[in-house]
């Protein structure tokens, strides 16, 4: 099961509700992303995009994006 998650949130940063503006994630997940400050950015569009997670400083001083989603397993397979 998923949900939808605004990556430019709807309440705190006006994001429009459209597919670009969306990702899905697991119910820990968003609770994670909206609880604990994580960001989201994706690179690209389509089936190719990346989606990278991004911790709050409190987790990682550097703010090191995370690769997440589909294309996180496909480079470690490599």
């Known amino acids: 099961m998923t949900r939808a998650h605004h990556i430019k949130w709807w309440t705190r940063d006006r994001g429009a509700t459209d597919l670009a503006n969306g ?7 968003h609770h ?8 989201i950015r994706i690179d690209g569009v389509g089936t190719r995009a990346r989606v990278w997670f991004i911790p709050p400083r409190h987790v990682d001083i550097d703010r090191t994006p995370r690769l997440g989603g589909r294309a996180r397993f496909d480079y470690l397979a490599a």
Do not use: A, M, T
Request: glycine share 6%; hydrophobic share 35%.
């Open 32 to 39: 994670r992303i909206h609880d604990n400050g994580w960001d």
């Open 23 to 29: 990702v899905l994630l697991c119910e820990s997940c």
